[in-house]
């Protein structure tokens, strides 16, 4: 089944939490991320860079680890730095992504593509939001997170924030995160993945790792 991009937020065995996301994609498969110092950019591969003139949503900062390595936030597209500047500047994650997400709305192109996003917070015991803005509405909620659990939304099919998009999360790492969103579980049935991207909470910060799927 193709749903196209996926957010996945989760927490490990040993209850450190992560952010996951996968680019899948039918028209734009020639994208690789590439890691930063505290951030992650969807980018065209080399000799494909003429792409981001045929479609202005294929290019962005997926990834921004912010306040001193406690907060993640995951999206697919351009809206990962509204909301990581929003909390900076103290807002905190539900508000954040919900203005932003209504502000920037979802994506104008020939699917109405909608806007995902989730946000990892290690401060004040931990927390894990997921957001979507569709068409037909916005949706924000502070998913019910536990060790070895994971929850996910994707722009197509499954695009709502339901408990019934969840299971058992096996990753310790950022890379093994990354496996697992590009075939692991579910995500095996889950069709034309590009790359993934994760951010895993160690001990004073977000360990970042970055995977492209093994045909592309």
């Not at 905190?92 to 932003?100: E, I, K, Q, T, V």
Request: with cysteine; glycine share 8%; hydrophobic share 40%.
């Amino acid at each position: 089944m193709y749903v196209g991009r996926i957010v996945s937020i989760a927490m490990t065995q040993d209850s450190r939490l992560c952010g996951v996301y996968r680019v899948s994609s039918r028209s734009f498969p020639n994208r690789t991320a590439v890691v930063r110092e505290n951030r992650v950019s969807i980018v065209p591969k080399p000799g494909h860079e003429a792409d981001v003139h045929k479609n202005p949503y294929i290019a962005y900062n997926c990834v921004r680890v912010v306040c001193g390595g406690d907060v993640a936030v995951i999206t697919n597209g351009s809206h990962t730095d509204p909301i990581a500047e929003k909390i900076i500047s103290g807002m905190n994650p539900r508000d954040a992504l919900l203005l932003s997400l209504m502000t920037l709305d979802y994506e104008k192109d020939d699917y109405k593509t909608p806007r995902i996003a989730g946000v990892v917070d290690k401060r004040n015991g931990g927390s894990g939001y997921l957001g979507i803005v569709r068409e037909d509405g916005l949706h924000v909620r502070r998913m019910p997170l536990e060790a070895g659990m994971f929850y996910y939304v994707a722009t197509y099919e499954e695009g709502t924030l339901s408990e019934a998009q969840s299971g058992m999360f096996p990753a310790k790492t950022a890379e093994e995160a990354c496996q697992f969103l590009l075939g692991g579980g579910v995500f095996a049935e889950r069709t034309h993945p590009v790359t993934a991207v994760a951010a895993v909470r160690s001990n004073s910060d977000f360990e970042l790792a970055a995977m492209d799927a093994p045909h592309t």
